[in-house]
């Protein structure tokens, strides 16, 4: 996968032996696929909380990992997979009381049309199964994707996932539009233009003889460059693609699970009614575990005639993880937690004031900040955000980078983030910006 913050041969020679010597090892053993963050690469030990520890005992400040929701190590969700493990894991095949109380409590954040759930381990397997579902039900194969968005990484979903870089070729029933710039358009622009582009890539597939199934997008278009608002740009290319008969996949991997703050859901920022809503990684808060809900109609006729089983999906152990995510997300409110410190932290990133700041946007715990070298153009300046990136690393602050050039910072810490932690980070990324 392309990554806009990954270590690299050129950064090898700069290691100490030891180091060298794992990277040699893991590169002989696990093969050239894999990629590592950072231009020093992190050994890391042990989780707890807001922060990671290396193998040296230093401590760092996570502000980037969302499948963690909860924070490292969070003890319900420990207690909960432990308990259970020492009890019964199998398969959906069987009754379980832990399945149902799980989709029943996670079904009732949804509104109220989004009533029934379908469960798998990874949030790609969650997009291949909608896809399967949204060509069956509507009988078209087009998908409507954004210039730079991740949806996974199985075959049928790499074809609609244009962040993995050109090695991974677009299928050719796959057309992308670009994603909403907040930044370099007005809200009327923005409202406008992205209801206009989807409708035109509808025309272009039927232009080519293929019937649309599906527009899926990542409510808060993560890869993208990370745009929230304004809040109901997404309406009018949802009636685009319902009126042309397809179906409105809402991905919440990233942006759910209370992560905007204002909703539990990114999507409902936007009054839209998905027709499929994929979630995933933070589900768990670590433990695998990814999914579907969605309307029943649309499973209606899928469900009798192609049947659906997942070993691992919906275990008694993914239950009991993902029901103690839930209820850990509304005993300690860290909805509202998200909603209030987001605010302060893009407040405080605001008043750094500094003349490579273009941009601050966000919702919530998800916020990008746009880095550019001429405040008139809003020239992207993707060099220096490598080195703020990897100047708050060492700075032990992590952190990473998103969108086409590589210059907005990423800044998506677990719902657990204080205000003391965004002080952390607002003080260090003004010493990095004094000397980067």
Not at 80 to 85: E, L, R, S, Y
Not at 305 to 334: Q, S
Request: proline fraction near 6%; include cysteine; glycine fraction near 10%.
């Amino acid at each position: 996968m392309s990554m806009v913050n990954a270590f690299s041969r050129e950064d090898f020679e700069r290691l100490d032996e030891t180091e060298r010597a794992l990277i040699a090892r893991r590169e002989k053993v696990l093969g050239p696929a894999y990629r590592l963050f950072y231009e020093k690469p992190l050994h890391l030990v042990r989780g707890e909380g807001v922060f990671l520890y290396d193998v040296a005992g230093e401590k760092y400040l996570d502000a980037y990992n969302n499948v963690a929701s909860l924070g490292h190590c969070h003890p319900r969700v420990v207690e909960a997979i432990t308990k259970q493990t020492a009890i019964l894991n199998t398969h959906t095949r069987y009754l379980h009381e832990g399945i149902v109380d799980y989709a029943e409590t996670l079904t009732a954040t949804f509104p109220e049309a989004l009533s029934q759930a379908m469960f798998t381990c990874t949030g790609s397997e969650a997009n291949d199964l909608a896809v399967r579902i949204a060509r069956h039900v509507t009988g078209g194969t087009g998908i409507i994707a954004t210039e730079l968005a991740y949806h996974g990484l199985t075959s049928a979903v790499a074809e609609f996932s244009p962040s993995l870089g050109e090695s991974v070729t677009l299928g050719p029933h796959v057309r992308t539009v670009p994603a909403p710039d907040s930044y370099r358009h007005s809200p009327e622009e923005v409202m406008e233009k992205f209801g206009r582009d989807v409708s035109a890539a509808i025309a272009d597939l039927k232009r080519h003889g293929i019937k649309p199934a599906m527009l899926i997008t990542d409510t808060i278009f993560s890869s993208d460059g990370i745009f929230a608002g304004p809040k109901g740009f997404l309406k009018p290319a949802v009636d685009a693609i319902h009126q042309a008969g397809g179906l409105f996949i809402a991905d919440e991997v990233q942006p759910g699970f209370g992560r905007t703050g204002e909703t539990m859901w990114g999507f409902e920022r936007h009054g839209v009614s998905p027709d499929m809503v994929t979630i995933g990684k933070p589900m768990g808060n670590g433990y695998p575990m990814a999914g579907i809900v969605l309307r029943p109609e649309v499973i209606a006729e899928f469900g009798p005639r192609a049947r659906y089983f997942n070993t691992f999906g919906g275990n008694p152990i993914a239950a009991a993880a993902g029901k103690a995510v839930l209820d850990t997300i509304r005993i300690e409110g860290l909805q509202q937690n998200a909603l209030e410190v987001g605010r302060y932290l893009m407040d405080g990133l605001r008043n750094l004031s500094h003349p490579a700041i273009g941009d601050v946007r966000g919702s919530g715990l998800f916020i990008g900040v746009e880095i550019i070298d001429d405040p008139a153009t809003k020239r992207p300046d993707s060099a220096l955000t490598t080195r703020i990136v990897n100047g708050l690393r060492d700075r032990r602050i992590l952190i990473s980078a998103s969108g086409p050039n590589a210059n907005i910072l990423k800044i998506r810490p677990p719902l657990v983030f204080s205000r003391e932690n965004a002080d952390m980070l607002l003080d260090a990324l003004g010493d990095v910006l004094k000397t980067a």
